[in-house]
C-alpha cells in the first residue's frame, strides 16, 4: 500500500428520469463503455406518461394525432418507424381500432391498465437489451424505481441477468464505498405511485442508512433531491395544476424536494448525493461536505443527461456534466 | 416531474393521447403570458436616444418610416417559434446551435450574447449617471435657478473625466449585483416596480409633449437656459447638417440597426418553450406580437416627441453630438428626457416623465441584461467551459463567484467609459455581434431538417410548416441569414466611410477581439483541461450511441 494513500479511483456515471425513451435507455446502457465507467446508475422514474393510439383505418392505414400532427402511415416500415420515433420520446404507441379508442376515452380505468402492462412490456425489453450488452463486460449497472414508477414493474426488474435494482438496498461500489438506494418521493401533487409522506420517506432512508458501514464514505443514491437547495426548484402550482405567475410575468420558483433526505445528508453526511425528479434543476450543491448532485433530464428528446463522478479513496475527485 | 412537458400536455388537450393519472404533467401557462413576457424582457425606454444616434450615423433617416424595419426581426422571430416548438427547452439559441451544428458554434453564439449583457450593463450605468441622475440635478437646478445644483448636474453627466461619475457608478454596480446575488425574487420585484414606472413615464411625457409645440420648445429653451433654438440649427447647419433630407437607404440601415437593438431580448419567450400551453398559439402570439407592440410603442413615443420638440431640432441635436458640438451648448448630451425641460418646468412632472424616471428604470433594465448572463456563466462553468469555481452557490443558493465574475467584467467596461471614449462606437458593434450570433442560428435552420432528421421527424406541425413549397424554417433560415449579414454589414457601414476610422478602429478590434477571439480561446483551454480530468470536453458533449 502506498505511504501516502491509495491513488485507486472508481468512476460512475449517473442518470435519471428516462421516463421510457427507449433511445435514453440504450444509451444508459453504454455509457459504461463510452465514458469508461466501471458502475453505471440510474436514479429513477424509468416509465413513461403517455399513449399514443395508432388508429386503424378502414384501408389498413394508421393514423396518430400527436403534438397537433396528424400522421397516416402505412403497415408496415412505415408504421414500425413511427412507432419506433414515438417510443424513443419515451412514449407508449398502441395499435387499436376506433372503437378503442372511444372505450378510452369513456373508460380512464383502461388507460391506467393499459399504461402499467405497456410500462412493464417496455421495461422488460429493455433488460433483455441490457443483459445483451452488458454480459461479460464488468460494468455494474443498478437501477432503482422513481416515484413515477408503478410497483408492476418491480417483478420484471427481477429478469435481469446484469441490471440490478437497488430500491432501499445498500450494494458495495468497490471496497471503499457503498451505496443506498431510495426511489421515493415526498408527495407530489400528481398523486405518483411511489409518493410518500415525508416521514415515512424518513423511516425508509433510515431503514438503509443505518446499514451502511462507513457513512462519510458513501453514496446516497436518493431520488427526490433535499429540501431548498438548488436541485429542487420548480414552479409552484396551484390547485389545478397551472404553474403560478410572478408579478414579472415569470414562473414563481419554489423548492419541491424532500426535507426528509434534506435531514438524512446533513445528518450522515455522505461523500455524495445522487438525485433526480426535478428535471430543469440540473445543478450541484454542497451541504455540510456532502456534494449533491442532479443531472437533470431531456429524455423527451433523446438526450441522455447525465454526470461522471470520479471517488477516490476518500474523496471525490471530480464531477463531470455530460450530454450524451 | 418536469414542466418541460408541456408540449405532451397540449397533445393531450388536444385530445390526442391518454395519459396516465399521475402523470407529473402540469396545466401550462397561458399564450397572453407568454407575449406579455417577450414583451417585459426587452428596455424600450431606450429608444430615447437611439432616436437620436441613429439619425447622424445613417443621415437622411426617416425615423417613424425606419421603426417600422423592426419588420426585419420577424424572420427570427419565426426561426424561434420553429425551434422552441420543436425543441421546448431552456437555454434557447444555444441548445438550438449546439444540437443542430456543434457544441462549439452554440457556445460562441451564446457567449456573445452573454457578454453583451455583461458590457451593457456596463454601458447602462453611464447612462443611467450621465443622463438619468445627472439630467435630474441639471433639471432641477435650472428649474429652481439653483447654480450648484446645475454645476452637480453637469458634473454627473460628463461622459468621462469624472471621479464622481465613477464613484457613483461603481456604488450603482454594487448595489444592481448585490440584488442579483440575492436572487430572483428580489430582482423580480424591481423589474415590475420599473415595468409599471415604464408606462407611467411614457404617459406623462406624451401628455407634456402633446401640449407643447416646437415654438413654445424655443421660447422655453431661451428662457430656461438662454439657448437659442435658430442659433442650434445653425450650428448644426454648418456642420452639414441638411434639414429635410430624407432618403431611402439610410432609412432602412436606421431601422434594421438602432430600432432593431432597441428590442433585442424580445425571443426571451422561447428560453420558457416548454411550459407554454398550445405552442402552436402561444409562440407566433409571443415573438410576433412582442414585435409589434414595440412598434407601437416606438412610433408613439417618436410621434409625440416630433409633436413637442420638432424632428429639426432633434436632427440638429444629433449632428451636433456627432462632432461634440452639443455640449457647450447644453452642457452636456441632451438626451431627448432632458429637453422636457423646455416644455415644462413643473418639478413633480419632470421627475415622473423624464430623466430621473427614465434613470431608475434604466437601472432595473441594466440589472436584468446582467441576470440571464450570470446565469449563463454559471452554466458555462457547469459544460467545463470555465472552471469549476463558478458553479459554485453559497447557502442561500446565489452562484456567489459567478456573481462577482459578471460584476467584475460590467464594472470594467464601466470603468474604461468613465476614462476614454474607446467603446463609444460599441452600441454598433453590439448589433453587429448580435446578428453574429444570429447568423448562426439561421443556419442552423436551414440545416436543420437535413441534418437533425431525427428532431425534425418528430417535429410539431407547427415547426412543420411550408412556405414556396420548402419547409418554412428553411425559407426564414435563408432570409434571416441575408439580413444577418445586411445588418453587419450595416453596422460597419460609419466605420468603413466615417471620418473618424482611426478613432473607431480600436474600438472595433476589441469588440470583435473580445466577442470572437476570446471564447475560441476559452474553448481550446476547456478542451485541455477536461482532458486533464479524464473525460473530453468533445466527449462531454458527444452524443452516445444508443446501438
Known amino acids: 500500500m502506498s505511504p501516502f494513500g491509495s491513488s485507486k479511483k472508481i468512476r460512475l456515471f449517473f442518470t435519471t428520469d428516462v421516463h421510457g425513451s427507449t433511445r435514453v435507455f440504450k444509451k444508459f446502457i453504454n455509457s459504461g463503455k463510452f465514458y469508461e465507467a466501471q458502475v453505471i446508475i440510474l436514479g429513477g422514474d424509468m416509465v413513461g406518461k403517455m399513449i399514443v393510439p395508432l388508429v386503424e383505418q378502414a384501408n389498413h392505414s394508421f393514423r396518430a394525432n400527436y403534438l397537433g400532427k396528424v400522421y397516416d402511415v402505412a403497415d408496415g416500415d412505415e408504421l414500425k418507424h413511427l412507432e419506433q420515433t414515438l417510443e424513443d420520446s419515451g412514449l407508449y404507441p398502441i395499435r387499436v381500432s376506433p372503437d378503442e379508442v372511444r372505450a378510452f376515452g369513456e373508460d380512464k380505468s383502461l388507460v391506467e391498465q393499459h399504461f402499467a402492462q405497456l410500462a412493464k412490456q417496455r421495461i422488460t425489453t429493455w433488460l433483455q437489451i441490457a443483459d445483451e450488452r452488458l454480459r461479460g463486460t464488468g460494468i455494474k449497472c443498478y437501477v432503482q424505481p422513481g416515484n413515477d414508477d408503478p410497483y408492476e414493474i418491480d417483478e420484471a426488474l427481477k429478469q435481469s441477468e446484469c441490471v440490478m435494482n437497488v430500491d432501499e438496498t445498500v450494494v458495495d461500489l468497490d471496497d471503499d464505498h457503498q451505496m443506498i438506494s431510495v426511489g421515493a418521493a415526498n408527495q407530489t401533487p400528481w398523486q405518483c405511485p411511489r409518493d410518500l409522506p415525508e416521514e415515512e420517506l424518513t423511516r425508509r432512508i433510515e431503514g438503509v442508512a443505518g446499514k451502511v458501514k462507513n457513512p462519510a464514505n458513501a453514496v446516497f443514491n436518493l431520488h427526490v433531491p433535499p429540501y431548498d437547495t438548488n436541485l429542487d426548484v420548480a414552479p409552484e402550482l396551484d390547485p389545478n395544476l397551472t404553474p403560478k405567475l410572478s408579478l414579472s410575468g415569470g414562473f414563481k420558483m419554489i423548492p419541491v424536494g424532500s426535507t426528509a433526505v434534506r435531514a438524512a445528508i446533513e445528518k450522515y453526511q455522505p461523500l455524495l448525493g445522487l438525485h433526480g425528479h426535478i428535471h430543469e434543476s440540473r445543478s450541484a450543491q454542497k451541504l455540510g461536505r456532502t456534494m449533491c448532485i442532479n443531472p437533470g433530464s431531456e429524455y423527451g428528446e433523446g438526450v441522455l443527461r447525465g454526470v461522471v463522478i470520479e471517488l477516490s479513496k476518500q474523496k471525490l475527485e471530480n464531477y463531470t456534466f455530460t450530454m450524451g | 416531474m418536469t414542466v418541460q412537458d408541456a408540449a405532451q400536455m397540449a397533445a393531450q388537450q388536444a385530445g390526442d393521447v391518454f395519459s396516465r393519472k399521475a402523470s407529473g404533467l402540469t396545466r401550462v401557462v397561458s399564450p397572453w403570458t407568454a407575449l406579455a413576457y417577450s414583451f417585459v424582457a426587452p428596455n424600450i425606454t431606450q429608444a430615447s436616444f437611439y432616436l437620436l444616434w441613429s439619425v447622424t450615423l445613417f443621415a437622411g433617416a426617416n425615423m417613424q418610416i425606419a421603426i417600422l424595419f423592426m419588420i426585419s426581426l420577424l424572420p427570427f422571430a419565426a426561426i424561434y417559434v420553429y425551434f422552441s416548438a420543436s425543441m421546448p427547452r431552456s437555454g434557447g439559441e444555444y441548445i438550438y446551435i449546439s444540437r443542430v451544428l456543434t457544441p462549439f458554434l452554440g457556445f460562441i453564439a451564446s457567449w456573445t450574447l452573454t457578454i453583451v449583457g455583461l458590457n451593457w450593463q456596463g454601458n447602462n450605468t453611464n447612462y443611467v449617471i450621465n443622463w438619468g441622475f445627472g439630467h435630474t440635478f441639471m433639471q432641477l437646478g435650472l428649474v429652481y435657478k439653483n447654480q450648484a445644483m446645475f454645476s452637480l448636474g453637469t458634473e454627473m453627466a460628463k461622459t468621462q473625466g469624472s471621479w464622481l461619475v465613477w464613484i457613483m457608478g461603481t456604488i450603482s454596480l454594487m448595489l444592481s449585483f448585490y440584488v442579483i446575488y440575492r436572487g430572483i ?61 430624407y432618403a431611402l437607404l439610410p432609412t432602412v440601415l436606421a431601422g434594421m440597426t438602432f430600432m432593431n437593438l432597441t428590442c433585442l431580448g424580445s425571443t426571451y419567450s422561447a428560453n420558457i418553450a416548454g411550459e407554454i400551453k398550445r405552442v402552436d398559439k402561444a409562440q407566433p402570439l409571443a415573438q410576433y406580437g ?17 409633436h413637442g420638440v420638432g424632428v429639426d431640432l432633434l436632427q440638429a441635436i444629433s449632428k451636433l453630438n456627432s462632432q461634440g458640438a452639443d455640449v457647450p451648448i447644453f452642457k452636456a448630451f441632451p438626451q431627448i428626457p432632458y429637453l422636457m425641460v423646455y416644455a415644462t418646468q413643473n418639478p413633480f412632472l419632470l421627475l415622473i416623465g423624464g430623466p430621473f424616471a427614465w434613470g431608475l428604470i434604466n437601472w432595473v433594465g441594466a440589472m436584468g441584461l446582467a441576470f440571464a448572463p450570470v446565469r449563463n456563466l454559471f452554466a458555462y462553468s457547469f459544460d467545463g467551459m470555465l472552471p469549476p469555481k463558478f458553479n459554485e452557490v453559497n447557502r442561500r443558493g446565489s452562484p456567489v463567484y459567478a456573481v462577482l465574475l459578471g460584476f467584475v467584467i460590467a464594472w470594467f467596461q464601466f470603468t474604461v467609459n468613465c476614462i476614454t471614449p474607446l467603446l463609444s462606437a460599441y452600441q454598433v458593434y453590439t448589433i453587429t455581434i448580435w446578428f453574429f450570433g444570429w447568423m448562426f442560428l439561421s443556419i442552423a435552420a436551414i440545416v436543420f431538417p437535413w441534418r437533425r432528421k431525427d428532431i425534425w421527424d418528430k417535429a410539431p406541425e407547427v415547426t412543420r410548416q411550408k412556405l414556396l413549397g420548402a419547409p418554412a424554417i428553411v425559407v426564414w433560415g435563408v432570409v434571416g441569414f441575408i439580413i444577418s449579414i445586411f445588418v453587419m454589414y450595416a453596422t460597419l457601414l460609419p466605420f468603413f466611410q466615417g471620418a473618424s476610422v482611426y478613432a473607431q478602429l480600436p474600438a472595433l478590434g476589441v469588440s470583435f477581439g473580445f466577442y470572437m477571439i476570446l471564447p475560441i480561446i476559452l474553448y481550446f483551454v476547456a478542451i485541455y483541461m477536461n482532458k486533464r480530468r479524464g473525460v473530453s470536453l468533445d466527449k462531454r458533449f458527444r452524443e452516445v450511441p444508443p446501438d
Open chain 2, 185 to 245: 425574487k428580489l430582482f423580480m420585484r424591481f423589474v415590475w416596480a420599473a415595468m409599471i414606472l415604464t408606462w407611467v413615464m411614457l404617459a406623462v411625457y406624451a401628455i407634456v409633449m402633446l401640449s407643447v409645440n416646437p415654438t413654445v420648445v424655443a421660447a422655453g429653451m431661451k428662457a430656461v437656459q438662454n439657448i437659442d433654438y435658430q442659433n442650434v440649427l445653425a450650428q448644426a447647419r454648418s456642420l452639414g447638417w441638411q434639414p429635410g433630407l
Open chain 2, 290 to 306: 412582442s414585435i409589434i407592440l414595440f412598434i407601437v410603442y416606438y412610433e408613439i413615443f417618436t410621434y409625440v416627441t416630433y
